[in-house]
């Protein structure tokens, strides 16, 4: 099956770098081809010729391409890639890779790679702990939600139950 949407990033000058970078994070990813700069194409972002244009990969199965546009654009958090982990180890996994080599945590499981791109590491129980039978519980986890930046699961199923 074709995927109908792909997600374009822009980047100064790291679209390979990038690439390279989640890839080696994600399962089930890799990197496709690549178009160079050729020609009047590379003159109007000041690229040399033969310099990477863009670059394809796929991380998670989900198809991405990158390209060097030049410093005109800069990533912030009004788009962001949700990471659904089924436990503990995959939110601490994903966190320190995502948060290494100059990476930002910042609260309610979001961080920035080193490259500016917003990704949220999310457990997969929190959407029930929130929105759970037990409108309390789920207040509480709310609020201790509120107070974390890395998602800590036995606090927030803690929270849950009152303890």
Request: proline fraction near 3%.
């Amino acid at each position: 099956m074709t995927q109908k949407i792909t997600p374009f990033l822009w980047f100064d000058n790291q679209a390979e770098e990038a690439a390279t970078f989640y890839t080696a994070i994600f399962n089930e990813s890799a990197i496709g081809a690549a178009a160079n700069y050729e020609g009047e194409a590379g003159e109007k972002v000041d690229r040399p010729k033969g310099t990477v244009m863009v670059v394809d990969f796929e991380i998670a199965g989900q198809k991405f391409i990158a390209l060097n546009g030049g410093p005109k654009y800069k990533f912030n958090e009004s788009i962001s890639f949700v990471i659904d982990c089924k436990d503990q180890a995959e939110v601490d996994y994903y966190w320190s890779r995502l948060t290494a080599d100059g990476g930002q945590e910042t609260m309610c499981g979001w961080v920035k790679d080193k490259f500016g791109v917003s990704w949220q590491v999310v457990p997969r129980v929190l959407n029930e702990l929130i929105s759970g039978p037990n409108k309390e519980g789920s207040q509480r986890a709310m609020h201790a939600m509120l107070q974390m930046q890395k998602f800590d699961i036995q606090k927030l199923q803690d929270a849950y139950d009152g303890k």
